[in-house]
């Protein structure tokens, strides 16, 4: 089992940054592929930004170049820097574990980010 809690979400207005931070416990951290989804009132869930077990990254093509995933194995914890804020992020954000050592994905709670114009 592992769980997963998300803190960081705020107001902030736009042009601000926010850095969000999921806490992860109940297996091996630093073998999972962790992960940073948003989804917006009336649409679908969508992947914002992806590390690897390796520490390899990506991201959505609508944050690129804004925002920076990154990962503390020690602290079993992923960050999400979030810069350059538009009201088009307005979201709430859910940090999300995979691997293939797990046998699900897992979710967050989930934390809101409003931006506003």
């Known amino acids: 089992q592992v769980q997963l809690v998300e803190s960081g979400g705020g107001l902030v207005q736009a042009g601000g940054s926010l850095r969000l931070s999921c806490a992860a416990s109940?297996?091996?951290?630093?073998?999972?592929?962790m992960n940073w989804y948003r989804q917006a009132p009336g649409k679908q869930r969508e992947l914002v930004a992806s590390?690897?077990?390796?520490?390899?990254?990506n991201y959505g093509d609508s944050v690129k170049g804004r925002f920076t995933i990154s990962r503390d194995n020690a602290k079993s914890t992923v960050y999400l820097q979030m810069n350059s804020l538009k009201p088009e992020d307005t979201a709430v954000y859910y940090c999300?574990?995979?691997?293939?050592?797990?046998?699900?994905?897992?979710w967050g709670q989930g934390t809101q980010v409003t931006v506003s114009s």
């Open positions: 999300n574990a995979r691997g293939p050592f797990l046998a699900r994905d897992y």
């Open positions: 109940g297996s091996i951290f630093s073998r999972n592929n």
């Open positions: 590390i690897t077990s390796g520490g390899g990254t």
